[in-house]
């Protein structure tokens, strides 16, 4: 028997793209009936059913197809929300209550109803209605400025960080929902915004900016307050492979010197305290490299590890894949696909009790569960779906 | 009012003992600003993550570090050692009282002091523990010492971050232990749930480098599905889609193959679009192949205006846009303060109050209050063990001589 906790949750999905279906996606993997809405027009890119991006992020949801731009696809939502506990969306403001699904609509139908609105700014203020990507979401919140190896070379997180941060926020909203409409009887509405997500990240930052009237410049992987040299990456044999090392105290110092073979620059005066390291951190790191370099990163993080010295390995998608410790803990789950055949994707840090990924099914074709969706669960008639499917709006 | 006393909260009657340091006290402080009771149990002496800067006033004392203010906000804090034979007397009282206990010793510490899960949940069936460490509990590299810049190293954050000449760069601020705490608070409602139907508790084992893999958003996919080991492009989006290019006052993130018509208009408005406006500079194969030439003239332009100008005109023709924003800016961002989303509280040391970010999100139905600053240490010692544990003064003042309290 599925146990999983959301078991008997019926979601019915709008999102596209990635912090929307990241969201859901939590949601379907733990249970919850996910009812994803597409249609043919807009099946495409990062929503094309067939491409690995679509395939990462829609695992575990059913698929059916409705045209939004026809009235009548209105009323088929209404029925649809009717017997849904939620109902989530990611588009610009304007959208939903441009089809007539706002939220006052939506409580008209079920009352207890939980609706999720995840936009780039929130549903209120002067920038609203703007158009942005999470590279956007990351420019906007510091968070790109901050992560950069100097003030002349921003570049940010490599990735749509923020669209998988907000994916969270948005999970963790409507499972908050859920737990307060189980003790209040009462639904409600959830305006998320996916800049003020991302700026939650970072605030300390904020926070020591406001108050001790400064500014904070970006300086690669040194920050003031971390109290640690050496303290970054250093550069390993091989092309384009790396390590991290960072020594927190004078026990750690010591230990990494002997691990090193003591060579003589260690015994210097410049070097001899924490402050002072810190202090001459940029030659410190230079030496330390001459010694980094001249051996694998998997081999000094290991000595290192061993010696009780914090050290990684810089890892790249291979090197994930491959991962030993993730593989130990099943952090990848491997699916037949009808299309596409066996797809790989990561499942998620919460491995619960219940969350055996046996069962788990590959994200939905385009329009796959149109006949349980609109017959089995909404009561449609044959004829009735046909004409739908007909006029194009389901399809 | 009382923080306990709150009926209203999304997360109201929920109990949370928070025994993390860094790495996942963000964890229950989400779960405290939704309404949830928590009370942070601190080892006499406070916790070492009161040693974790920004400071206010830059002052390295422990009541001073920002970082643990913005942490723990709005939870209780006591202090109690574990390792005593009456501190752990009181641990196990606390824990008959408790719906979730967030941990983040090294894997076996707890286990060693007889208060592993096992052991807990004799005491409470209910409890609901999530335990956050580098690697997992489990695993070949379960015993590696990790902090956030060795997470983001083995999680993959670092390989695609940064500039192809320079080293790796780790994201900004303590983002293993934010994303670690999003997923364990999440992983804390969905065992909620499962013990509203079971009765039963359960242990949460989560790894910050599988919290950071989890935020790579393409890396594994193109790994997985196109075989492409993805590298560091600095200033150039993963997919060549944007670019981060220099103007007059800063730095502006501009779209480089979105509405190419329109785009060239607008620099060809300004004289400024060279040959971009030539009909082969519309077939987007080629303009990937000669990207350094339309970064080029993109970037002679942008150079003639500031990061504000840009970004209204590119929003105007919706492109997504955006100026490269400081903290300062950030804080100035007239979207956020139209939302009122920076909470001011007042400080303890502080003769200013702090401005700091709030939730998110907008509930509806149970609107949010910032209520209390983070506590000092042992600050809610008296409350929680005479009022609710029911301890005496006597047992009180000889708990605290011990330096047990």
């Known amino acids: ?395 | 009012m009382k923080l306990s006393d709150n009926k209203n909260g999304l997360l109201s009657g929920i109990r949370i003992l928070d025994l993390a340091d860094e790495n996942a006290s963000f964890c229950s402080k989400l779960l405290a600003d939704m309404g949830a009771s928590v009370i942070k149990v601190e080892r006499p002496g406070g916790d070492p993550s009161r040693r974790l800067g920004p400071f206010l006033k830059s002052s390295s004392q422990p009541e001073r570090s920002l970082f643990f203010e913005y942490n723990n906000s709005n939870k209780r804090g006591i202090t109690l050692d574990i390792e005593q034979s009456a501190g752990r007397e009181i641990f196990l009282r606390l824990i008959r009282k408790t719906d979730i206990l967030v941990v983040t010793s090294y894997p076996g510490y707890m286990e060693d002091l007889d208060l592993g899960f096992d052991a807990l949940s004799k005491i409470n069936p209910g409890l609901i523990m999530v335990s956050v460490t580098g690697f997992g509990k489990k695993g070949p590299r379960s015993r590696y010492k990790s902090c956030d810049l060795v997470a983001c190293a083995f999680g993959g954050a670092m390989h695609v971050s940064g500039s192809p000449s320079c080293a790796p760069v780790k994201p900004f601020g303590e983002q293993s232990y934010y994303a670690a705490s999003l997923f364990s608070a999440v992983a804390v409602l969905l065992a909620l749930r499962s013990r509203a139907q079971s009765g039963k508790g359960q242990e949460i084992d989560i790894s910050l480098q599988e919290a950071v893999t989890s935020t790579l958003d393409h890396v594994m996919v193109r790994y997985f599905f196109d075989q492409i080991i993805p590298k560091r492009q600095g200033n150039l989006h993963w997919d060549n889609s944007f670019c981060i290019l220099a103007c007059k006052d800063g730095y502006i993130l501009l779209t480089l193959f979105q509405q190419w018509e329109t785009l060239i208009g607008l620099l060809d408005n300004e004289n400024m679009a060279d040959d971009l406006v030539e009909e082969r500079w519309y077939d987007e194969a080629y303009r990937q192949e000669h990207l350094d030439h339309v970064i080029e003239v993109l970037q002679r332009w942008t150079m003639t205006h500031t990061k504000s100008e840009l970004f209204e005109l590119g929003q105007l023709m919706h492109f997504p846009w955006a100026p490269i924003q400081s903290p300062a800016e950030v804080l100035k961002s007239p979207q956020l303060q139209a939302r009122g989303f920076f909470m001011e509280m007042d400080h303890h040391g502080g003769d200013m109050a702090v401005k700091y970010p709030g939730m998110p999100y907008k509930f509806s139905n149970t609107p949010f209050h910032q209520r209390k600053r983070a506590p000092l240490i042992g600050e809610d010692n008296l409350s929680v063990y005479q009022r609710e544990l029911g301890l005496s003064d006597d047992q009180i003042e000889r708990l605290s001589s011990l330096d047990v309290i």
């Not at chain 1, 733990?30 to 807009?42: D, F, L, R």
């Not at chain 1, 691990?259 to 305290?273: A, C, H, K």
């Open chain 1, 1 to 395: 028997m599925d146990k999983r906790p959301l078991k008997g949750q019926r979601v019915l999905d709008f999102t596209w793209m990635l912090a929307g279906p990241y969201a859901t996606r939590i949601l379907a993997d733990s249970g919850a009936e996910v009812i994803k809405v597409q249609c043919k027009k807009m099946a495409k890119g990062a929503e094309s059913n067939l491409g690995g991006y679509f395939n990462t992020w829609n695992r575990n949801k059913r698929g059916i197809t409705l045209d939004m731009s026809y009235p009548e696809a209105k009323e088929i939502a209404l029925r649809l929300a009717k017997i849904s506990d939620v109902v989530i969306e990611n588009f610009s403001p304007r959208v939903m209550a441009n089809w007539g699904l706002d939220y006052k609509k939506l409580r008209e139908v079920k009352p207890d109803l939980i609706v999720v609105s995840m936009s780039a700014m929130g549903q209120s203020g002067p920038w609203k209605n703007s158009v942005a990507h999470g590279a956007t979401i990351q420019a906007l919140s510091g968070i790109t400025w901050l992560s950069s190896s100097s003030k002349d070379a921003p570049s940010g997180p490599g990735y749509a960080y923020a669209d998988i941060i907000a994916g969270l926020y948005g999970a963790l909203a409507v499972l908050a929902a859920l737990e307060y409409r189980d003790r209040s009887g009462q639904g409600q509405y959830i305006d998320i915004s996916e800049y003020e997500t991302m700026c939650t990240l970072i605030g300390p930052a904020l926070m020591d900016v406001s108050l001790n009237q400064h500014e904070i410049l970006p300086e690669g992987n040194r920050a003031d307050h971390i109290s640690a040299a050496p303290y970054g990456c250093y550069k390993c044999l091989g092309q384009d492979r790396w390590c991290v090392i960072a020594v927190f105290n004078e026990t750690q110092w010591q230990t990494l010197c002997r691990v090193m073979d003591s060579p003589l620059w260690t015994q210097e005066e410049r070097f001899s305290t924490l402050s002072k390291r810190r202090d001459h951190a940029q030659e410190l790191d230079e030496l330390l490299e001459q010694w980094t370099g001249t051996h694998t990163s998997e081999g000094i993080v290991r000595l290192l590890q061993e010696a009780g010295i914090h050290a990684g390995i810089v890892q790249n998608a291979e090197d994930l894949a491959g991962d030993p410790q993730l593989k130990a803990r099943d952090y990848f789950v491997s699916i037949e696909h009808p299309v596409l055949g066996m797809t790989t994707s990561d499942t998620s840090p919460v491995h619960l009790k219940s969350d055996a990924t046996t069962g788990w099914k590959t994200s939905p074709l385009l329009g796959e569960d149109n006949q349980y969706v609109f017959m089995d669960l909404l009561g449609m008639k044959e004829d009735e779906l046909s004409s739908y499917v007909e006029k194009g709006i389901i399809g």
